[in-house]
């Protein structure tokens, strides 16, 4: 037996015997005190009940030992002190501003304080007996509360920053603590989770990251905030194999706008150019301001200088309308540096440097223009852009004209086709050829309005020749690589022939053979849907790519052209020979026709008919000409083609 209950046990004997003999003694004296006549007699009566008095304060005595040793003392001190505590606990609980909830073990709400109710909008009826779930707010993933939950199990306490959602669907973050609580058994029967809204601190840090990373004038990014998104797109561009451009503008003159009309409307102008400049680009380009007058631009898909230097006239044309600000109407001129990436610099800082000193360039080189950090390339990149700006007002002014090339029977030596071979009749240059202005129509895009041009043309010319009589088996018209990829090609074909109204057995459709061979399934399917229109298929330039044979073999064709490169060398040189003895075999063993471009020799035209070429093209029969310069005395009138392959 423990000593503390061996003690407890003799003090509450001794507290018995001593209660037994007190009320025994006191009742025993009173009586004979009260009994008694004697004087001596009742005054040894009150000194034994003085004793009896004492004995009664040795009982007392006991009893308090007994109740130190059962603890009952301290139980009651520590009861009452547990509910000072409690009181205090629950005024702190009340005041705090943090809100704090409670769960069982079960995890359903069994308390929440007021600020509780304040943060989340929820009142106590409306939360007691739920679970904490009904504030997720959606924006973490159960890996997030799956990692939470373990730490809580092995630590019992987890805290973080936790997205919730106040009663009127707001979401907010929240920097959380949530502690488990065990009973007297050491058993879990409680959470507390103690939380605080945070969405304040996170405005103001947001707003301060804003501040850092912005200019203050026109909320555009700043230098920082640049690089650091160049860095990230150059990394992108980089895995993607894709080229980069950096533009610096900065506007010219801009100092004496500042110095004649003051800081204040200066401030209002390059606010207004930002909005321009802003409204000007879609995604995957950045603006940003750099300091002063200096503006920059990352295009992040821009391959070729040419679009650089499009983009960089695009700005400078689109600055030099007037800014009207406070009933000034300014204009400015723009100067513009380009640096590319990976062909200048690989690196944010080093674009920036090297558009920096194209940027002197061309301030240097008289303002209001743009220069490239390679100088060579600043002339090519100017001549191609000015190209292509001439090339849309071209076609608007219709100064593109089709010439068209006679294609001979190498057997009768007659002219049974023609090939349309589209020019540009510049007003101050003069006849410009299509290897100049294709390339350019390629990467702008205009390629697709002038094909369609030239193949309504040609309709038109070969209804108009079969009108006067003259029977040509067809007309070719070329189809640029762009446009054969795409959907469009048949619709636009067969609209073409719609509106003309040519038998579409007449229309014979070049396509070249890297053209086909990029893509050779989509190729395929194109060609299957032209051929349904009734078109006849020729594959030009054949030689140059890289045909898979077996490919070709699927190839809805009817005929090969040989590149005229090969029959440059005919009938000497052994290589071309070899090519073009091969290519004949080939396309006589598919069950096609062949076709030898850029004849300029009779030997030339010799050997290829006696290697039983049988269509020939070139200067020899004749260059290519304006419709009604056409040599029509070698027409022979010659049946409509056979439309099986
Ligand atoms: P291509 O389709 O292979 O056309 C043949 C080119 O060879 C033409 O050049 C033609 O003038 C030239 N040529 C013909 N015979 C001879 C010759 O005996 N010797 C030499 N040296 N050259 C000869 P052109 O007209 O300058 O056209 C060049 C290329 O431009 C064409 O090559 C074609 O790929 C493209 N092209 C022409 N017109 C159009 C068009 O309307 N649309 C598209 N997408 N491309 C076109
Ligand atoms: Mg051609
Ligand atoms: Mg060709």
Redesign the pocket.
Same mark, same amino acid.
């Given at each position: 037996m423990p000593a503390t209950y061996r003690d407890a046990l003799r003090a509450a004997l001794l507290y018995l015997l001593l209660s037994i003999v007190w009320l025994e003694l006191s009742g025993y004296l009173l009586n004979s005190i009260f009994d008694s006549s004697d004087e001596q007699l009742r005054w040894q009566l009150i000194s034994g009940y003085v004793w009896v008095v004492l004995s009664a304060g040795l009982i007392f005595l006991a009893r308090a030992r007994l109740f130190r040793c059962l603890g009952i003392g301290a139980k009651l001190r520590a009861r009452d002190e547990d509910q000072v505590r409690l009181r205090q606990a629950a005024a702190v609980f009340d005041c705090t501003r943090e809100g704090v909830l409670v769960t069982d073990n079960e995890g359903l709400i069994v308390h929440v304080n007021r600020a509780f109710m304040e943060i989340t909008g929820y009142q106590h009826d409306e939360v007691l007996g739920q679970r904490p779930s009904l504030f997720k707010s959606g924006r973490h993933s159960t890996a997030f509360y799956q990692s939470m939950f373990t730490t809580l199990g092995s630590t019992g306490e987890w805290s973080g920053e936790i997205w919730n959602r106040r009663k009127n669907g707001e979401i907010y973050p929240q920097w959380q603590t949530i502690r488990i609580i065990h009973d007297d058994e050491g058993r879990r029967s409680h959470y507390v989770a103690v939380f605080t809204d945070i969405s304040a601190i996170k405005n103001s840090e947001h707003e301060l990251m804003h501040l850092a990373h912005h200019d203050p004038l026109t909320d555009l990014p700043n230098r920082l905030l640049f690089t650091d998104r160049a860095e990230q797109a150059l990394a992108s561009a980089q895995n993607h194999k894709r080229g980069c451009a950096l533009l610096l503008i900065d506007l010219d003159h801009f100092k004496m706008i500042n110095d004649s009309l003051g800081h204040t409307i200066g401030d209002q102008l390059l606010k207004a150019v930002a909005e321009r400049l802003k409204a000007m680009f879609g995604p995957g380009i950045t603006l940003a301001r750099l300091g002063g007058d200096e503006f920059a631009v990352l295009a992040e898909n821009c391959p070729q200088l040419v679009q650089a230097a499009a983009l960089a006239q695009r700005i400078i044309d689109g600055l030099k309308e007037a800014f009207p600000i406070e009933g000034h109407q300014l204009f400015i001129n723009t100067s513009i540096g380009i640096s590319l990436f990976p062909a200048d610099a690989l690196s944010a800082e080093q674009l920036l440097r090297n558009a920096d000193s194209a940027l002197s360039k061309a301030k240097n080189t008289g303002r209001n223009g743009y220069a490239l950090y390679t100088e060579e390339l600043t002339a090519h990149a100017q001549q191609r852009v000015e190209t292509a700006f001439e090339l849309r007002r071209a076609l608007e002014q219709q100064e593109l004209r &089709?010439?068209y090339?006679p294609v001979h029977d190498l057997k009768t030596r007659r002219l049974i086709g023609v090939?349309? *071979?589209?020019?540009w009749e510049h007003p101050q240059r003069g006849l410009i050829?299509?290897?100049e202005f294709?390339p350019i129509? #390629?990467r702008t895009g205009l390629?697709a309005e002038?094909?369609a041009w030239?193949?309504h043309q040609s309709c038109l010319q070969m209804c108009q020749w079969q009108r006067a009589g003259v029977a040509l088996s067809f007309v070719a &018209?070329? &189809?640029?690589s762009r *446009?054969f990829a795409r959907r469009e090609l048949y619709q636009q074909v067969a609209q073409v022939l719609r509106e003309t109204g040519l038998d579409p057995a007449y229309l014979e459709l070049?396509v070249?053979e890297s053209a086909v061979m990029d893509d050779p399934e989509v190729a395929l399917e194109q060609m299957h849907r032209l051929r349904e229109l009734g078109v006849r298929l020729a594959i030009?330039?054949f030689g140059t790519g890289y045909s898979s044979l077996l490919r070709l073999k699927r190839l809805p064709v009817q005929k090969l052209?040989i590149?005229?490169g090969f029959v440059?060398g005919l009938p000497c040189d052994d290589d071309d020979v070899a090519i073009v003895r091969v290519i004949i075999a080939l396309a006589q063993s598919m069950g096609m026709q062949v076709h030898a #471009?850029?004849?300029?020799q009779a030997e030339q035209a010799r050997f290829l008919l006696e290697h039983a070429c049988d269509l020939g093209?070139?200067?020899?029969f004749g260059?290519?000409v304006p419709a009604e310069q056409l040599d029509w005395m070698h027409a022979p009138i010659i049946e409509k083609p056979p439309q099986t392959l």
């Amino acid at each position: 037996m423990p000593a503390t209950y061996r003690d407890a046990l003799r003090a509450a004997l001794l507290y018995l015997l001593l209660s037994i003999v007190w009320l025994e003694l006191s009742g025993y004296l009173l009586n004979s005190i009260f009994d008694s006549s004697d004087e001596q007699l009742r005054w040894q009566l009150i000194s034994g009940y003085v004793w009896v008095v004492l004995s009664a304060g040795l009982i007392f005595l006991a009893r308090a030992r007994l109740f130190r040793c059962l603890g009952i003392g301290a139980k009651l001190r520590a009861r009452d002190e547990d509910q000072v505590r409690l009181r205090q606990a629950a005024a702190v609980f009340d005041c705090t501003r943090e809100g704090v909830l409670v769960t069982d073990n079960e995890g359903l709400i069994v308390h929440v304080n007021r600020a509780f109710m304040e943060i989340t909008g929820y009142q106590h009826d409306e939360v007691l007996g739920q679970r904490p779930s009904l504030f997720k707010s959606g924006r973490h993933s159960t890996a997030f509360y799956q990692s939470m939950f373990t730490t809580l199990g092995s630590t019992g306490e987890w805290s973080g920053e936790i997205w919730n959602r106040r009663k009127n669907g707001e979401i907010y973050p929240q920097w959380q603590t949530i502690r488990i609580i065990h009973d007297d058994e050491g058993r879990r029967s409680h959470y507390v989770a103690v939380f605080t809204d945070i969405s304040a601190i996170k405005n103001s840090e947001h707003e301060l990251m804003h501040l850092a990373h912005h200019d203050p004038l026109t909320d555009l990014p700043n230098r920082l905030l640049f690089t650091d998104r160049a860095e990230q797109a150059l990394a992108s561009a980089q895995n993607h194999k894709r080229g980069c451009a950096l533009l610096l503008i900065d506007l010219d003159h801009f100092k004496m706008i500042n110095d004649s009309l003051g800081h204040t409307i200066g401030d209002q102008l390059l606010k207004a150019v930002a909005e321009r400049l802003k409204a000007m680009f879609g995604p995957g380009i950045t603006l940003a301001r750099l300091g002063g007058d200096e503006f920059a631009v990352l295009a992040e898909n821009c391959p070729q200088l040419v679009q650089a230097a499009a983009l960089a006239q695009r700005i400078i044309d689109g600055l030099k309308e007037a800014f009207p600000i406070e009933g000034h109407q300014l204009f400015i001129n723009t100067s513009i540096g380009i640096s590319l990436f990976p062909a200048d610099a690989l690196s944010a800082e080093q674009l920036l440097r090297n558009a920096d000193s194209a940027l002197s360039k061309a301030k240097n080189t008289g303002r209001n223009g743009y220069a490239l950090y390679t100088e060579e390339l600043t002339a090519h990149a100017q001549q191609r852009v000015e190209t292509a700006f001439e090339l849309r007002r071209a076609l608007e002014q219709q100064e593109l004209r &089709v010439h068209y090339q006679p294609v001979h029977d190498l057997k009768t030596r007659r002219l049974i086709g023609v090939e349309a *071979l589209v020019r540009w009749e510049h007003p101050q240059r003069g006849l410009i050829s299509p290897a100049e202005f294709i390339p350019i129509a #390629e990467r702008t895009g205009l390629i697709a309005e002038i094909d369609a041009w030239v193949m309504h043309q040609s309709c038109l010319q070969m209804c108009q020749w079969q009108r006067a009589g003259v029977a040509l088996s067809f007309v070719a &018209v070329n &189809v640029s690589s762009r *446009l054969f990829a795409r959907r469009e090609l048949y619709q636009q074909v067969a609209q073409v022939l719609r509106e003309t109204g040519l038998d579409p057995a007449y229309l014979e459709l070049e396509v070249t053979e890297s053209a086909v061979m990029d893509d050779p399934e989509v190729a395929l399917e194109q060609m299957h849907r032209l051929r349904e229109l009734g078109v006849r298929l020729a594959i030009d330039d054949f030689g140059t790519g890289y045909s898979s044979l077996l490919r070709l073999k699927r190839l809805p064709v009817q005929k090969l052209k040989i590149d005229q490169g090969f029959v440059a060398g005919l009938p000497c040189d052994d290589d071309d020979v070899a090519i073009v003895r091969v290519i004949i075999a080939l396309a006589q063993s598919m069950g096609m026709q062949v076709h030898a #471009e850029g004849i300029e020799q009779a030997e030339q035209a010799r050997f290829l008919l006696e290697h039983a070429c049988d269509l020939g093209q070139g200067y020899w029969f004749g260059r290519p000409v304006p419709a009604e310069q056409l040599d029509w005395m070698h027409a022979p009138i010659i049946e409509k083609p056979p439309q099986t392959l």
